[in-house]
T-cell receptor, first 114, second 112 residues
Framework: EAGVAQSPRYKIIEKRQSVAFWCNPISGHATLYWYQQILGQGPKLLIQFQNNGVVDDSQLPKDRFSAERLKGVDSTLKIQPAKLEDSAVYLC????????????FGQGTRLTVV | SQKIEQNSEALNIQEGKTATLTCNYTNYSPAYLQWYRQDPGRGPVFLLLIRENEKEKRKERLKVTFDTTLKQSLFHITASQPADSATYLCALDPNAGNMLTFGGGTRLMVKP
């Protein structure tokens, strides 16, 4: 079965510019996550969707980050304007609905803000 | 405050030995805990899940224990191989809503 697809794979932007990441989860997975992983740290949950509704976005810096999941399938994460500290790998993951289910991750998008 | 702590120092072991990685948590009461493997430049890959009522779980050369009294999980790799070299992450769901919160990970290096 196809895995979680993310694009682009790499992105370099200047601070104060905007950037968008795209994620296509595994077919049939109702839950979609966006994580931020700074080098040397574990993934930090930014936002979790259940179908096209937001379950948790408590750690999403809403003044500059936004995310949407239209039609409960694909999702985009946007940063506007970017700061130097946003340099990280942005991971998308999906899982079946319910507890005790494993998450499947994409390869991530490595963002460098200069 | 809530914390998930893994040893941030790399663990270096000799091929064939058993690797033991630790995950400690505070101010959580998770219903289950998961372990993932992450290779450089890749996303984490699920390895094992253990529920709060399970003391131990095994899968091939992997073994996970879960002590809710100590608030600790141990992850063991027996007969370790250089191919086991990677970063290992523990994750738990703080609110039983499948919101996975990860520890910082421990890098394992298995030397031939």
């Amino acid at each position: 079965e196809a895995g979680v697809a993310q694009s682009p794979r790499y992105k370099i932007i200047e601070k104060r510019q905007s950037v968008a990441f795209w994620c296509n989860p595994i077919s049939g997975h109702a839950t979609l996550y966006w994580y931020q992983q700074i080098l040397g740290q574990g993934p930090k949950l930014l936002i979790q969707f259940q179908n096209n509704g937001v379950v948790d976005d408590s750690q999403l810096p809403k003044d500059r980050f936004s995310a949407e999941r239209l039609k409960g399938v694909d999702s985009t994460l946007k940063i506007q304007p970017a700061k130097l500290e946003d340099s990280a790998v942005y991971l998308c993951a999906s899982s079946l609905q319910g507890m005790n289910t494993e998450a499947f991750f994409g390869q991530g998008t490595r963002l460098t803000v200069v | 405050s809530q914390k998930i702590e893994q040893n941030s120092e790399a663990l270096n072991i000799q091929e064939g030995k058993t690797a033991t990685l630790t995950c400690n948590y505070t101010n959580y009461s998770p219903a289950y805990l998961q372990w993932y493997r992450q290779d450089p430049g890749r996303g984490p890959v699920f390895l094992l899940l253990i529920r709060e009522n399970e003391k131990e779980k095994r899968k091939e050369r992997l073994k996970v224990t879960f002590d809710t009294t100590l608030k600790q999980s141990l992850f063991h790799i027996t007969a370790s191989q250089p191919a086991d070299s990677a970063t290992y992450l523990c994750a738990l769901d703080p609110n039983a809503g499948n919101m996975l919160t990860f520890g910082g990970g421990t890098r394992l290096m298995v030397k031939p």
